[in-house]
């Protein structure tokens, strides 16, 4: 099951990686986004806005190094099969997910304008966390548990009484 959810993630993270780049492509080259999807005009509203770049590097270039990163997880993940790769790739989406509702309500409630690419952003990180939860449950220590939760302690080990 962890192997499907890391190949779930690979494959999320190369859609998001391709809807980044498109993004970025449009980006640098001035070119207007193609964005008529049932009155959902509001891409080239969201991608010139002055919340569409951070200390002066486009979201979407942001986007480009996230997908990548997780890409590069999800795939060392699928050859090596390590626990901290897989810890790694959880914190990664939990901080993409953070970012995705942040930027999601940025252009809800300040700019005003909706984004398809950029919600299909957004889905693509919550997919890519919740497949990252799944991989490896985070498991909280519990010593304070009362004792009668924690299992019994193993006994003595008794012999069997030789044949006659």
Known sequence: MKRIGVAFILIL?????????????????GAPLICN????S???VVATSQYSHIFGIPLAEFGVLFYAVI????????VIFDQILRRALQAFALV????????SLVQIFFIGAFCIYCAASAIIELLIFIFASLIEP??????HASPAASPPAP??????????
């Open 13 to 29: 993270a190369f859609f998001g990686l391709a809807d980044s780049i498109y993004l970025t492509q449009s980006e640098l080259s």
């Open 37 to 40: 999807i049932q009155d959902l």
């Open 42 to 44: 509001g891409c080239n």
């Open 71 to 78: 890409f590069i997880l999800a795939a060392l993940e699928l």
């Open 96 to 103: 993409g997910l953070i970012a995705s509702l942040y930027f």
């Open 138 to 143: 985070i498991r909280l220590n519990m010593r």
């Open 155 to 164: 006994g003595p080990h008794l012999r069997m009484p030789p044949s006659a």
